[in-house]
């Protein structure tokens, strides 16, 4: 099957949620529509540094700017797995993302995967995930360390759950962490290296703390 990239936008991004499901020609939930709007928001739009990530539809991910060739197949068929039991894991624990987890006042938003490719990407490098991604809005922003990869309550064994685990043992050097703004939004990341594959990987998401 062959992987759609789309080029993310000024023109696309700052369109209503259900038009810009319409520009992007994908069947999915309007949370990680919401997701994809926040963490490309508007006010980043003037930058001239500002180059958002392409969007990969069949694998609700996101990839640099400059991704010109699609990740290798066990990497689609790894980040696929990936979206959808983090999604129903949030589900089933009664919250939108299962990166943000818990600590979000809101379930209006939805994780997205992240593809990197090769680079320098573990603990303490986070503002080139940012840049690497073109999230510039992000990238100054203040950098806070989540040292659990489960919030308490998703700790439960449970088929979801355990799903998760599984493929979470498939990353190594993996970390979780917030950037936070000064606005009541903050994004959350989890990112790992593919054992298999060796190009880093993993989940993105937005949370709200009033």
Same mark, same amino acid.
């Given at each position: 099957?062959?992987?759609?990239?789309?080029?993310?936008? $000024?023109?696309?991004?700052?369109? !209503?949620?259900?038009?810009?499901?319409?520009?992007?020609?994908?069947?999915?939930?309007?949370?990680?529509?919401?997701? =994809?709007?926040?963490?490309?928001?508007?006010? #980043? =739009?003037?930058?001239?540094?500002?180059? *958002?990530?392409?969007?990969?539809?069949? =694998? #609700?991910?996101?990839? *640099?700017?400059?991704? @010109?060739?699609?990740?290798? *197949?066990?990497?689609? !068929?790894?980040?696929?797995?990936?979206?959808?039991?983090?999604?129903?894991?949030?589900?089933?624990?009664?919250? &939108?993302?299962?990166?943000?987890?818990?600590?979000?006042? $809101?379930?209006?938003?939805?994780?997205?995967?992240?593809?990197?490719?090769? &680079?320098?990407?573990?603990?303490?490098?986070?503002?080139?995930?940012?840049?690497?991604?073109?999230?510039?809005?992000?990238?100054?922003?203040?950098?806070?360390?989540?040292?659990?990869?489960? @919030?308490?309550?998703?700790?439960?064994?449970?088929?979801?759950?355990?799903?998760? &685990?599984?493929?979470?043992?498939?990353?190594? !050097?993996?970390?979780?962490?917030?950037?936070?703004?000064? !606005?009541?939004?903050?994004?959350?990341?989890?990112?790992?290296?593919?054992?298999?594959? &060796?190009?880093?990987?993993?989940?993105?998401?937005?949370?709200?703390?009033?």
């Amino acid at each position: 099957m062959t992987t759609i990239m789309i080029k993310l936008n $000024s023109y696309i991004l700052e369109q !209503d949620t259900d038009t810009l499901m319409e520009q992007l020609n994908i069947q999915t939930q309007k949370a990680t529509t919401r997701t =994809l709007q926040a963490l490309c928001s508007s006010a #980043q =739009l003037e930058s001239i540094h500002y180059n *958002p990530p392409i969007f990969l539809p069949q =694998l #609700q991910s996101i990839a *640099p700017s400059n991704t @010109d060739v699609a990740p290798p *197949p066990e990497v689609t !068929d790894y980040l696929e797995k990936l979206v959808q039991a983090a999604q129903k894991t949030a589900e089933s624990h009664y919250c &939108g993302s299962f990166v943000a987890g818990q600590i979000s006042e $809101s379930d209006e938003f939805a994780d997205v995967g992240v593809w990197l490719g090769e &680079g320098n990407y573990q603990r303490n490098h986070e503002k080139e995930i940012m840049h690497k991604l073109g999230l510039v809005a992000w990238a100054d922003a203040d950098i806070y360390q989540m040292e659990g990869l489960y @919030d308490e309550k998703l700790k439960a064994e449970g088929s979801e759950t355990s799903a998760m &685990g599984k493929l979470l043992e498939s990353l190594e !050097d993996c970390h979780r962490f917030l950037v936070r703004r000064q !606005d009541s939004y903050f994004a959350c990341f989890l990112m790992g290296r593919l054992k298999a594959q &060796g190009g880093w990987c993993g989940l993105a998401s937005i949370g709200v703390e009033t």
